[in-house]
Nanobody, 120 residues
Framework: QVQLVESGGGLVQPGGSLRLSCAAS????????MGWYRQAPGKQRELVAT???????NYDDSVKGRFTISRDNAKNTVYLEMNSLKPDDTAVYYC??????????????WGQGTQVTVSS
């Protein structure tokens, strides 16, 4: 069994910064893609950023230059550094990991979500 535990959300003023963390634990053979998605009220869940096991990153255009995704493979943790936050960034942020629990079995796992609110 695999669990993802997120932390770091909260309330921040426009222009401020937050750092989200997501730690995976359990029966893990290997972690492949890791990433962050978000869902604002009344909207569909959307991709924010992903990072491959190679370190290759991908960002939605709306966050390029402001957000940075990184991972610590030794800690099975993915981070999202968010700078220059805007009210439009307000959403529940979900981490995502593609994890192999054995050499031949891979599945997608999601965190419980953490609220990020950008407001003055």
């Amino acid at each position: 069994q695999v669990q993802l535990v997120e932390s770091g959300g909260g309330l921040v003023q426009p222009g401020g910064s937050l750092r989200l963390s997501c730690a995976a634990s359990g029966s893990i053979f290997s972690i492949y893609h890791m990433g962050w998605y978000r869902q604002a009220p009344g909207k569909q869940r959307e991709l924010v950023a992903t990072i491959a096991s190679s370190g290759l990153t991908n960002y939605d255009d709306s966050v390029k230059g402001r957000f940075t995704i990184s991972r610590d493979n030794a800690k099975n943790t993915v981070y999202l550094e968010m700078n220059s936050l805007k009210p439009d960034d307000t959403a529940v942020y979900y981490c995502y990991c593609n994890i192999g629990t054995t050499r031949f079995s891979r599945s997608d796992y999601w965190g419980q979500g953490t609220q990020v609110t950008v407001s003055s």
